[in-house]
Nanobody, 116 residues
């Protein structure tokens, strides 16, 4: 599975961005898809994931502001980020977890910068 993330950029606090991730190489309809982020000097954090059923789960830090979605027909996943805060600044990565493995497939990362 190859993953290509896009949609990062610079936005003011309170603004919105939408990240997209396109998968190729095989269908990811059976996979869980996730968005991770890594801020400077910090470890990689799972912020949102979505299972085969389409049900999303979120880290408390983004709950109510971020929405993860998937389109199995297009082999894509997206992360809608609203009410962005400076602490959301990070490189965002999409990832796929294909059973029975773990988060084994990663996109290249896209930078999100939120200015105060």
């Amino acid at each position: 599975v190859q993953l290509q993330a896009s949609g990062g950029g610079l936005v003011q606090a309170g603004g919105s961005l939408r990240l997209s991730c396109a998968a190729s190489g095989r269908t990811v309809s059976s996979a869980a898809m996730g968005w991770f982020r890594q801020a400077p000097g910090k470890g990689r954090q799972l912020v949102a994931s979505i299972g085969r059923s389409g049900r999303g789960s979120y880290d408390d830090s983004v709950k109510g502001r971020f929405t993860i979605s998937r389109d199995n027909a297009k082999n894509t996943t997206a992360l809608q980020m609203n009410s962005l805060k400076p602490e959301d600044t990070a490189v965002y990565y999409c990832a796929a977890r294909v059973p029975p493995g773990g988060w084994d497939y990663w996109g290249q990362g896209t930078l999100v910068t939120v200015s105060s």
